[in-house]
């Protein structure tokens, strides 16, 4: 075992990375505090360097050791004042431009999504310390517009009863809870502590637990956790509500299998379950929440959401019990990027939306110190259809903040045999209308790959993802892409179709074209709106 004193004295440490090291396992112990992870260690020269916030410990005397290193490894570790080599940050050729990614290390879930103090909070399941998953903590970064984000001191540790599994949060408007401080009310979090995924854990089990902000901005771990005890075989992942009408606290959990649970609380601590239920096919990360149908609170359905291609169902929630009224639904298809997503909690009433994102899950681009990315943020509605009621999801509104110009084109027919229609720049927010002749393809090829829409088939191709979209009545179809370096989200007649798919960065390829691969058509329609980086200042 190798170990080294330390005073921490600045606001980093700075580990060194290379990808082709064993894990070893390290320890940083003080007199008040202990950290303990997973680590890959550079024993030469660093693929990437790790910088974690240590600022809270700052002026602690501490004892790093690992299990199995060379003394010289852990010599190499550094402090500093900022992160380091933070000038080469954003601009790497594979990095995101539209969508939140962390600066470095892992990324997947989005948790405790919630709007307070005039920002959107984004938490998110994350690796400090590698680009591989493990080591879960909870990242968290903040923004005005859902777009220009900024990240923050990370909010949640592993501690002994587990790594730091997926959740969410709100604001205890009426402090139930009784732990306001001050005139704030309290952002409440609650987390599944993922007891037996780490050392420190061994032999703990999954339970749901709870941490709040202090008055002095940083987050602390309620001393009476856990607020629910294990349940179920990998229960986990709660997600909260407000249920007006009942006075109460809401929340649905994954228990095991295709079980969900749905408990109730008057104080965010005692929770008891009140409804089982089933929902074939589907695991993981549940939301519950209300949207109006067709605009109208008069008809609003309750929204039960799972995991796996953002399956749901509609159906009556009384507070306690909800009851189903339609089949599992999908929102996107097999073969697509998206998992977990969640909606943001405290949204004003004023400003009204249901706002969900999602992991972009499998993302990983060779040569990058950083692993996965948010979808773009997408308003959710109900829409009233020829099938029935159905889930529409369209970009946020916010999304013409960051447009910097726009390429318009009137009406036009397009052939195979005509020359496509070009622009050259990559991040794009395009907006057409097609009315297809018989055995007629579009294709919209962007950064060197393409999204086809097949006529005959009335479906809808990117890369592994397939998806129907009918024509409308008059014969049209509508498309919506948002195009960025690593990703093609599209979006059919009105968010009826969603499909988001990550894409390989192709520097050599960018820019846009638009041709009839096959047959012939009439494009109504086409504005090819130019956006600007999240990461340029808002």
């Known amino acids: 075992m190798a170990e080294r004193r330390l005073r921490l004295t600045e606001k980093y440490m700075h580990f060194p ?3 082709g090291q ?45 299990n199995e290193c060379k003394q010289e490894q852990l010599g190499a570790l550094e402090q500093g004042g900022s992160i380091k080599h933070a000038e080469q940050l954003y601009r790497e050729h594979s990095r995101p431009q539209l969508h939140f990614s962390a600066r470095r290390g892992w990324l997947n879930d989005p948790n405790g999504l919630v709007y307070a103090d005039g920002l959107y909070h984004l938490f998110y399941q994350h690796n400090p310390y590698d680009r591989n998953w493990g080591n879960m903590h909870w990242g968290h970064a903040v923004s005005r517009d859902l777009l220009h984000w900024q990240e923050q001191e990370i909010a949640l540790y592993p501690d002994k009863m587990g790594t730091m599994f997926s959740g969410s949060a709100v604001v205890d408007w009426h402090n139930t809870s009784g732990l306001q401080e001050g005139e704030a009310s309290p952002l409440v979090m609650l987390y599944t502590a993922a007891g037996g995924t780490s050392a420190l854990s061994e032999g703990k089990q999954h339970t ?36 007006e009408p009942t006075r109460r606290w809401v929340m649905a959990l994954y228990l095991e299998g295709n079980d969900y649970g749905i408990l109730v609380s008057p104080d965010l601590k005692q929770w008891h379950m009140t409804c089982r239920l089933t929902m074939p096919g ?10 109006p149908v067709d605009g109208d609170a008069a008809r609003a359905k309750w929204v039960f959401w799972a995991c796996k291609r953002g399956g749901y169902q509609l159906g009556d929630f009384d507070g306690e019990i909800f009851t189903p009224e339609s089949d599992v639904m999908y929102t996107v298809p097999e073969g697509a990027n998206s998992y977990a997503a969640q909606t943001w909690s ?17 993302t990983s681009w060779p040569g990058m ?22 889930m529409a999801l369209t970009p946020i509104r916010e999304i013409r903040l960051i447009r910097q110009g726009v390429t318009s084109f009137g009406p036009r027919r397009l052939t195979g045999s005509h020359a496509p229609l070009e622009h050259g720049m ?5 907006e057409l209308e097609w009315k297809p002749d018989e055995r007629s393809k579009l294709t919209i090829e962007s950064n060197g790959s393409s999204i086809v829409y097949d006529a005959d088939a009335e479906q809808v191709t990117c890369g592994q993802a397939v998806s129907p979209l009918r024509k409308r009545p008059d014969g049209t179809v509508k498309l919506r892409i948002i195009a960025d370096r690593t990703s093609l989200e599209t979006f059919g007649n009105d968010g009826l ?42």
């Open 497 to 538: 179709l969603y499909m988001p798919v990550s894409i390989p960065p192709k520097p050599e390829a960018q820019g846009l074209r638009i041709f009839a691969g096959e047959g012939a058509g009439e494009l109504l329609s086409l504005e090819i709106h130019e956006l600007e980086s999240i990461w340029a200042a808002p």
């Open 346 to 362: 405290d949204i004003p009433a004023s400003d009204g939306r249901v706002i969900q994102t999602s992991w972009a899950r499998g």
């Open 369 to 390: 110190p950083f692993t996965g990315y948010m979808t773009f943020p997408c308003e959710l509605a109900l829409v009233t259809t020829d099938d029935g009621i159905r």
């Open 17 to 19: 990375i290379e990808e």
């Open 208 to 243: 749901q637990c709870l941490a709040y902000r202090n008055a002095q901005g940083g987050w602390s771990k309620y001393e009476g956790n856990p607020v629910v005890p294990h349940m179920a075989d990998g229960n986990r992942d709660p997600k909260v509500i407000w249920h």
């Open 22 to 66: 064993p894990e070893v396992q390290m320890t940083m112990k003080g007199e008040n505090m202990l950290r303990q992870f997973t680590i890959r260690l550079a024993d030469g020269a660093a693929d990437y360097w790790m910088s974690v916030d240590i600022g809270s410990l700052r002026n602690q005397e501490v004892t790093v050791s690992v």
């Open 282 to 291: 589907m695991d993981e990360c549940p939301d519950l929440f209300p949207l």
């Open 426 to 430: 990559e991040l794009l927010d395009i």
